[in-house]
């Protein structure tokens, strides 16, 4: 069956480290993962989108990488902050204009 | 531009009672969907107009909840009658043109419905 599972349901950082997390899935092929990002009481917002034939992609603090053959995609943040404080989600898009979402992973910078 | 516009924004109810909530997407959005979020996971997708036509259903629970676009821009979500596992957040979000190969979703803040 298909699936997508996020590393962790939590993650702890201290402020200034790189905050790494991890998409994988299986039996799915994605044209498209978007990450998204979701704020206590608030819906997701859309950060970054890397297609199929892209290996990476950036977007200020904000990095993405996406291996097709390892059915796997890494969202990392740079010089992490307590603003980055938020739950990530990894949506697969199967070119039918619906996304699947993982479970999400709740990150918590630290000062 | 203004974002998804979603009410009300938090309801509590009885089980066997029914809910409806409201959406109206931004402006111009000719794809509309309905999300379920549980406490601890992901939206899960219930249903996905394009314009006021139906493109997926499949993981509606038919026969309680209901759904509909009228003149494709504002929608609403029913429950009837609810269950205590209706309990979650339920989100909308919409898309600009269908076509467009890779669509963003933009979501509202969402209902979060207790069933109790």
């Known amino acids: 069956s298909q699936k997508i599972e996020q590393n962790s349901e939590a993650l702890n950082i201290q402020e200034g480290k790189t905050a790494t997390l991890t998409c994988n899935y299986t039996n799915y092929s994605p044209a498209y993962l978007q990450w998204y990002r979701q704020d206590p009481g608030r819906g997701p917002v859309f950060l970054l989108l890397i297609r199929e034939n892209e290996k990476e992609k950036r977007k200020e603090r904000l990095k993405v990488t996406f291996d097709t053959t390892l059915k796997q995609s890494l969202f990392h943040i740079t010089a992490s902050q307590p603003a980055d404080s938020a739950t990530y989600l990894c949506?697969?898009?199967?070119?039918?204009?619906?996304?699947?979402f993982g479970q999400g992973t709740r990150l918590t910078i630290n000062p | 531009e203004a974002g998804v516009a979603q009410s009300p924004r938090y309801k509590i109810i009885e089980k066997r009672q029914s809910v409806a909530f409201w959406c109206n997407p931004i402006s111009g959005h000719a794809t509309l969907y309905w999300y379920q979020q549980i406490l601890g996971q992901g939206p899960k997708l219930l249903i996905q107009?394009?314009?006021?036509?139906?493109?997926?259903d499949s993981q509606l629970p038919k026969d309680r909840f209901s759904a509909e676009r009228l003149k494709g821009v504002d929608s609403t979500l029913k429950i009837q009658p609810a269950k205590l596992e209706d309990s979650a957040v339920y989100l909308c979000?919409?898309?600009?043109?269908?076509?467009?190969?890779?669509?963003?979703?933009?979501f509202g803040a969402g209902t979060r419905l207790s069933v109790l």
């Open positions: 979000a919409s898309s600009p043109t269908l076509g467009v190969p890779a669509v963003i979703q933009y």
């Open positions: 949506a697969l898009d199967r070119r039918a204009q619906k996304l699947v």
């Open positions: 107009f394009q314009n006021n036509g139906v493109v997926d």
